[in-house]
């Protein structure tokens, strides 16, 4: 009997479920190898958690970037150890439905998909990550009406309007949470002279950022590293640096919102204004977005209960009705 699968591989984190076990899987989209023998060492916490502190013989990958394949092998190669932490060898024969970002060209697609079927997938269906959120979410996509939805992610952002089953109007960046770390990286360099660890940008974007600015004095005493010289000191981080970082990457996300909305037909922009607009994703969880949002476009704005999950909840539930999403799911392949 076929194993069914649910992947959704992200720039910053990896989501596999099955039909018959649920989620099994949810941790960094990286991956630890041995460029001696080529063997995977590690992956997800495990690849994290060897960040700096391998051999030079052992690489930690991280295979996406900005929602996009840049290394097609150790993209196979992780989603094989995967396969393997789940139970799920070659002769199981798997199923996978996989999300993709709408905003990926047929090439990416098909890299995809051969990655998949390299790491020993039988069969492999695309959908759409906009799509599979708004399945996560309940929505009705397969009805004659307008269903609005935001995926805010760590290297990619795309809104879209559903109705039918399919993407009526969409607008996507490649960009996300984490040019935001990026930026907070540049100004802590610039102004401060200081470097500071991954975990520590993120720590900064939760506690200090907001989109409306609302956090305005608020500090954090964090360890860094000086530029000059390589010491380790403390140093203050001002919320007015860490919004400063956000400024371009929220003005974009915006843009892109506004551009989705702008293009969509009466009858469903009459449907976005009563029923309004979801966010998912990492990055919907800034603090504020949500109202900065619905402040600029004048439609209703709400965060997913689990942004973080909804891309893989709406990927299960494709395992359970493949046969009636079979259309839905042979149109995200092309």
């Known amino acids: 009997m076929a194993t069914d699968v649910a992947l959704d591989i992200g720039t910053s984190h990896t989501r596999l479920a099955t039909a018959q076990r649920g989620l099994l899987f949810n941790e960094p989209t990286l991956v630890a190898i041995d460029t001696n023998s080529g063997d995977v060492v590690e992956v997800g916490h495990g690849a994290l958690e060897m960040v700096g502190r391998t051999p030079h013989h052992v690489i930690v990958f991280r295979p996406l970037a900005q929602g996009t394949t840049v290394d097609f092998d150790v993209t196979a190669r992780l989603i094989s150890g995967l396969f393997e932490r789940a139970g799920v060898s070659k002769l199981s ?91 907070i990286a540049s100004l802590l360099r610039l102004r401060q002279g200081v470097v500071v660890a991954p975990a520590t940008l993120e720590m900064l974007k939760i506690n200090l950022a907001s989109a409306l600015a609302t956090t305005r004095g608020l500090v954090e005493v964090v360890m860094a590293r000086t530029v000059d010289r390589g010491e380790l000191v403390e140093v203050e981080v001002s919320a007015e640096l860490v919004n400063a970082a956000l400024n371009d990457v929220v003005a974009a996300s915006i843009r892109m919102i506004q551009d989705c909305l702008g293009e969509a037909p009466p009858d469903l922009s009459q449907d976005v204004s009563a029923r309004g607009l979801t966010l998912v994703g990492g990055h919907a969880q800034l603090n504020d977005l949500a109202d900065l949002i619905a402040s600029s476009t004048g439609v209703e704005v709400g965060v997913a209960p689990s942004p973080d999950t909804v891309i893989i909840e709406g990927l299960q539930m494709c395992l359970e009705e493949m046969s009636s999403l079979h259309g839905l799911l042979r149109s995200a392949d092309s």
Do not use: F
């Open 93 to 183: 024969r798997a199923r996978v439905v996989m999300s993709v970002p709408s905003l990926a060209t047929s090439i990416e697609r098909r890299a995809l998909r051969q990655a998949a079927v390299q790491a020993g997938a039988r069969e492999v269906s695309l959908i759409e990550a906009p799509i599979a959120a708004a399945i996560g979410l309940g929505l009705p996509v397969q009805d004659p009406v307008g269903s609005a939805v935001t995926v805010l992610g760590a290297g990619a952002s795309e809104a879209a309007l559903i109705s039918l089953g399919g993407i009526v109007t969409s607008s996507a960046r490649r960009l996300g949470g984490n040019d935001v770390d990026n930026a």
